[in-house]
Structure formats: C-alpha cells, structure tokens
C-alpha cells in the first residue's frame, strides 16, 4: 500500500506558497497512491475563501480516495461550518482497496474551537473501538491532526493532545498500525507497541521551524515492512530523505502489563 501523508498547508499565511502545493499536488499524482491522508490546516484563520482556495488544489489530485481532517487553524473563526460544506463530515470512516487488502481509515476532529491544543474526546472512543476492532482484512489507521507524541525539535510542548495517554492506550490494544497526524511543522516518527505514529511537516508553507523545509510524507507498506521517506515538494529524487523504516511486527503488546492493564483499560474508564 502507499500513502501520501501531507498537512499544514495554511492557505491565507503569508507564507503560504502555492507553488509549492501544485509541486507535492503533481507529484502525487505521479506517485500514484493508494490513499492521500491530508493532516490538517488547510487554512490560517478558518475562512470560507481559504478553504475553498485549498480545495481548488486538492481537487486536482487523481487518487480516488483523499482524506481531509480539520486542524486548530480551520477551526477559527468557527471554520468548521465551512468545513462541512466543503470537505464533508468532519469524523469519517471509509475502506481503501490495497495490494495488502482494504485499510480501515478512521479519520477524527480533535480540534476545539479557537484553541491550539486538541483532544479525541470521549464521546468518540466508542466509535473508534467499533470501527477498528475486529478489522483483519488490511492495515488500520487513524488520521488525526493533533500529535499524540511529542515531536522532537520543535521547542517546549504545550498543545500536544490532552487525552493522548488515553488514546494511545486505545490504539495499542485495538493494535492499529498507523496514527498520521501533523500540526508541528516537523516530519518525525514514533513506534510504539506497534503503532507507527507518523508526524508531517508543513508543505506549501514557509513557517517551518530550525532549518526544517517544507515537505510532505511518502509511506510504503508491505506484508513486512512499513517505510517512511520525506519528500520536499518540487525537488524530485534529490528531495527524498528516509524517516524510517520499521516491521509491521508488533514488538511489544499488552502482555507485558498485565497488572497494570487493570488501571488503564479505556473501555473501564469511569467517565
């Protein structure tokens, strides 16, 4: 299966560069994915125009399955009606035909509105639980703009997602292989009890952080191996640089804490 991971694209910002966005638009064509996973933060303040300048790009892509989530950007100016006009449902689920089978893809808004740091909300675990467990016929994977693990790099942490211990304990025991997340600017991978947390960087936006440039992510899988390489839009091989590269193996499950399972099962929670 292959995925092109992107997000933070902020239409509106005066660093916004549009070239940029047309560059990764084109090369995902050529790339031919399975699944564009768009991140979050179409926009920089949530307006109608930019979300439907945003839209004018995307629509441009020729995968059959483009998945939008919303950021805290597009969550200003209470852009999430504009939204759902334009993009559709902000929670969605959908399956995705791969050589590897059909990929669950649960898609979530963890934005509030006018604040930066998010949450999944327990009103959603249910759903999530329901429309992962039991899925064996290909990956799974969560699309979230919000980061559930801090990212390296990117300076003192204080939006990172409210409920993420909660969260990850939900994705570990429903062993869901991906979560693809953005919001730092900053391409970065995680792997933990076998879920591959993904982070993109922004890419078509010059507010990167350090000497970080705009990029977006290209993520192969196979029956054994899932790779993540960064891709600078407009660059071609020459902007290739591997992430990483991991076994779709899980190494550590939920056995190893059994005493402790106890006190963090989210389904026992008392909320």
Same mark, same amino acid.
């Given at each position: 299966?292959?995925?092109?991971?992107?997000?933070?694209?902020?239409?509106?910002?005066?660093?916004?560069?549009?070239?940029?966005?047309?560059?990764?638009?084109?090369?995902?064509?050529?790339?031919?994915?399975? %699944?564009?996973?768009?991140?979050?933060?179409?926009?920089?303040?949530?307006?109608?125009?930019?979300?439907?300048?945003?839209?004018?790009?995307?629509?441009? %892509?020729?995968?059959?399955?483009?998945?939008?989530?919303?950021?805290? @950007?597009?969550?200003?100016?209470?852009?999430?009606?504009?939204?759902?006009?334009?993009?559709?449902?902000?929670?969605?689920?959908?399956?995705?035909?791969?050589?590897?089978?059909?990929?669950?893809?649960?898609?979530?808004?963890?934005?509030?509105?006018?604040?930066?740091?998010?949450?999944?909300? =327990?009103?959603?675990?249910?759903?999530?639980?329901?429309?992962?467990?039991?899925?064996?016929?290909?990956?799974?994977?969560?699309?979230?703009?919000? @980061?559930?693990?801090?990212?390296?790099?990117?300076? =003192?942490?204080?939006?990172? %997602?409210?409920?993420?211990?909660?969260?990850?304990?939900?994705?570990?025991?429903?062993?869901?292989?991906?979560?693809?997340?953005? @919001?730092?600017?900053?391409?970065?991978?995680?792997?933990?009890?076998?879920?591959?947390?993904? @982070?993109?960087?922004?890419?078509?936006?010059?507010?990167?952080?350090?000497?970080?440039?705009?990029?977006?992510?290209?993520?192969?899988?196979?029956?054994?191996?899932? =790779?993540?390489?960064?891709?600078?839009?407009?660059?071609?091989?020459?902007?290739?640089?591997? %992430?990483?590269?991991?076994?779709?193996?899980?190494?550590?499950?939920?056995?190893?804490?059994?005493?402790?399972?106890?006190?963090?099962?989210?389904?026992?929670?008392?909320?």
């Amino acid at each position: 299966m292959r995925i092109v991971q992107m997000s933070d694209i902020h239409v509106g910002s005066g660093l916004f560069r549009p070239e940029l966005l047309e560059a990764a638009v084109r090369e995902t064509n050529e790339l031919r994915p399975d %699944l564009v996973a768009v991140a979050g933060d179409l926009t920089m303040e949530g307006y109608r125009w930019e979300f439907e300048e945003a839209r004018r790009h995307l629509d441009r %892509l020729e995968c059959p399955h483009v998945v939008v989530v919303m950021g805290n @950007h597009d969550a200003k100016s209470v852009g999430y009606r504009h939204f759902e006009d334009i993009f559709g449902s902000r929670a969605r689920s959908l399956v995705v035909p791969s050589p590897q089978g059909e990929a669950k893809v649960v898609a979530i808004d963890s934005t509030k509105p006018d604040l930066d740091e998010g949450e999944v909300g =327990r009103e959603y675990y249910a759903w999530i639980d329901s429309e992962f467990r039991g899925w064996e016929r290909g990956p799974k994977i969560l699309m979230i703009h919000h @980061h559930i693990l801090a990212v390296p790099g990117t300076g =003192r942490d204080v939006n990172i %997602l409210r409920d993420a211990g909660d969260v990850m304990a939900m994705l570990r025991e429903l062993k869901v292989d991906m979560v693809l997340s953005g @919001h730092r600017h900053v391409p970065y991978v995680w792997s933990i009890s076998g879920v591959r947390v993904i @982070h993109s960087g922004t890419v078509s936006s010059l507010r990167v952080r350090g000497t970080m440039p705009p990029s977006y992510n290209l993520i192969d899988l196979d029956d054994e191996t899932v =790779r993540i390489t960064l891709r600078e839009p407009g660059k071609g091989k020459e902007g290739e640089t591997p %992430l990483a590269s991991f076994s779709r193996k899980p190494v550590t499950t939920s056995r190893f804490y059994v005493e402790m399972e106890r006190f963090v099962r989210y389904e026992e929670m008392p909320f």
